[in-house]
């Protein structure tokens, strides 16, 4: 079992820039591919970025690539979203999940899910 807590959403106007961390508990957080989604009002939940086990592999979501970096720290059991140049269209639930096994940009594909932290950026 994993268990994910995500942190660091906020009110930011545009062109500003947000840090996203997830904490991760267990011992097995090194082996989980990890990834962030997110969720507009009204909207499906839809990928933003992924990152693999060891950080070696990372794939991002076309309207956030050059914007929006994903990271890790295995030693910290954490993953961040270092959020850039954000856009109101940037507006909504921000989600980790982790998954066993490689990178992937869906959503039934991801085993376990935090609670969501709630990004708003003002125009």
């Known amino acids: 079992q994993v268990q994910l807590v995500e942190s660091g959403g906020g009110l930011v106007q545009a062109g500003g820039s947000l840090r996203l961390s997830c904490a991760a508990s267990?011992?097995?957080?090194?082996?989980?591919?990890m990834a962030w989604f997110r969720q507009a009002p009204g909207k499906d939940r839809e990928f933003v970025a992924v990152i693999s086990w060891n950080g070696g592999t990372t794939y991002y979501a076309d309207s956030v690539k050059g914007r929006f970096t994903i990271s890790r720290d295995n030693g910290k059991n954490t993953v961040y979203l270092q959020m850039n140049s954000l856009k109101p269209e940037d507006t909504a639930v921000y989600y980790c999940?982790?998954?066993?096994?490689?990178?992937?940009?869906?959503?039934?594909?991801?085993?376990?899910w935090g609670q969501g932290t709630q990004v708003t950026v003002s125009s």
């Open positions: 267990g011992r097995t957080f090194s082996t989980y591919s």
């Open positions: 999940a982790a998954r066993r096994g490689y990178v992937d940009t869906e959503v039934p594909r991801y085993d376990y």
